[in-house]
T-cell receptor, first 113, second 115 residues
């Protein structure tokens, strides 16, 4: 079983839809969770960063962590064509060892106008 | 607002050649990282550096050499390139605030093809 599983998609939605992106993980020791957005031929860009369980909201984006289920989600409200990108989840054991990030393989999202 | 700059953006070379990928950051972050990104594997850590003159191996270090003589630069060298090293290479940096390492910020990558 891989440490982090992420559905590669592709996921195609109409503009304005609510998008749900998910990752599951096997190592219950993970405490820090990140979502990166990667546009084509660009580097990953940090979107959201959360610690332990709970929700964090930033504009149209909400990151959710359920440590009991070992499941994290990123919700995008009122999706826009500019949200079309690959979304990568990443996680680490603790703040001190954040150098060792474990990434999901990414989900390709297309938002159609 | 340069952030992290990688050069070259694209490189084609032949097997057996030595090639060096450059990474420069303007934030004075203490930590720097090299990843490769391949279809089916995602991002994998090659090497990282906690400070000038301190480097350590990541998940896939074989065939790669790094150095860090200055805080802002972290070159990655493929001493004798092989086709399996064809990939997109990303450099990243991060700052350690005293008790935790901030999330990493990435450059735009170098697309390397080895023929």
């Amino acid at each position: 079983q891989k440490e982090v599983e992420q559905d590669p998609g592709p996921l195609s939605v109409p503009e304005g839809a609510i998008v749900s992106l998910n990752c599951t993980y096997s190592n219950s020791a993970f405490q820090y969770f990140m979502w990166y957005r990667q546009y084509s031929r660009k580097g990953p860009e940090l979107l959201m960063y959360t610690y332990s369980s709970g929700n964090k909201e930033d504009g149209r984006f909400t990151a959710q962590v359920d440590k009991s289920s070992k499941y994290i989600s990123l919700f995008i409200r009122d999706s826009q064509p500019s949200d079309s990108a690959t979304y990568l989840c990443a996680m680490s054991l603790d703040g001190g060892s954040n150098y060792k990030l474990t990434f999901g393989k990414g989900t390709l999202l297309t938002v159609n106008p | 607002d340069a952030g992290i700059t990688q050069s070259p953006r694209y490189k084609i070379t032949e097997t057996g050649r030595q090639v060096t990928l450059m990474c420069h950051q303007t934030w004075s972050h203490s930590y720097m990282f090299w990843y490769r990104q391949d279809l089916g594997h995602g991002l994998r850590l090659i090497y990282y550096s906690a400070a000038a003159d301190i480097t350590d191996k990541g998940e896939v270090p074989d065939g790669y050499v790094v150095s860090r003589s200055k805080t802002e630069n972290f070159p990655l060298t493929l001493e004798s390139a092989t086709r399996s090293q064809t990939s997109v290479y990303f450099c990243a940096s991060s700052e350690y605030t005293g008790f935790w390492l901030q999330p990493q910020h990435f450059g735009d990558g170098t697309r390397l093809s080895i023929l």
